[in-house]
Structures are given as C-alpha cells and as structure tokens.
C-alpha cells in the first residue's frame, strides 16, 4: 500500500469547491483569464477613445490583465457582457432628448 505524508498529500489533492454557491471549480482558470480580459479590450476599441467609460473600464481590465489574477471572477465575464451591451447602447452619444430639470441634481 503507497502511503504519503500529509503535506505531499495535500498537495496532490485537487480542489473540489470555489467556496461560492453556483460557481463551479475552473480547471484551467488563468488562460481563460486572460483570453476574457483580451476579448474585453477587443470589444472596447469599438468604442470611441474619449469615451469615460472605455477609458475608466480599458484601465482596470489592463492592470487586471498585467497582474494575472489567480482566482477566476464571474465580473470578468459579466464586464465583458456590459462592454458588449455598452457597444450596442452607444451610451457616450448625447442623449436624444433632453434630460428633465433636475435629473442630475443631487442633495447635499
């Protein structure tokens, strides 16, 4: 019978749970990381450079994407979804109506 210590068996255990309802192990999560951020920056250079939001959203997948997270995140796919949407809405056009008075009035 092949018997091992506990470090070299913990080490060959593969892990089982992300710890988070409904989200399941990855087994290759950083490659498909990177491929998600690189589809992300694909799909944003449709977008117009003076827009806030490819500018504000270009910036962050960048230094995720420099840093390689270990842990796959299910916002790296919905980000990529709202980049998508974003494309669709052309949300940094002027707006075809006016906003009513007020709208952007916040109390202080």
């Known amino acids: ?9 913990q080490a060959l255990k593969v892990k089982s749970t992300t710890g988070l309802v409904g989200l399941e192990v990855h087994p290759n999560p950083l ?12 799909v944003l250079q449709d977008i117009p450079v ?5 500018q504000s959203v ?3 997948v960048r230094n995720k994407l420099n840093v390689a997270e270990k842990q796959l995140d299910e916002g ?5 979804q709202l980049a ?5 809405w ?8 006016s906003a009513p008075a007020g709208q952007w009035d916040y109390p202080q």
């Open 84 to 88: 998508k949407k974003m494309l669709t």
């Open 76 to 80: 790296t796919y919905r980000t990529l």
């Open 1 to 9: 019978m092949f018997r091992c210590s506990r470090p070299l068996f």
């Open 31 to 42: 490659p498909t990381l990177a491929a998600t951020y690189s589809a992300t920056l694909d």
């Open 50 to 54: 003076r827009a806030l939001y490819r």
């Open 90 to 97: 052309k949300a940094w056009e002027p707006l075809e109506e």
């Open 58 to 60: 270009e910036a962050i």
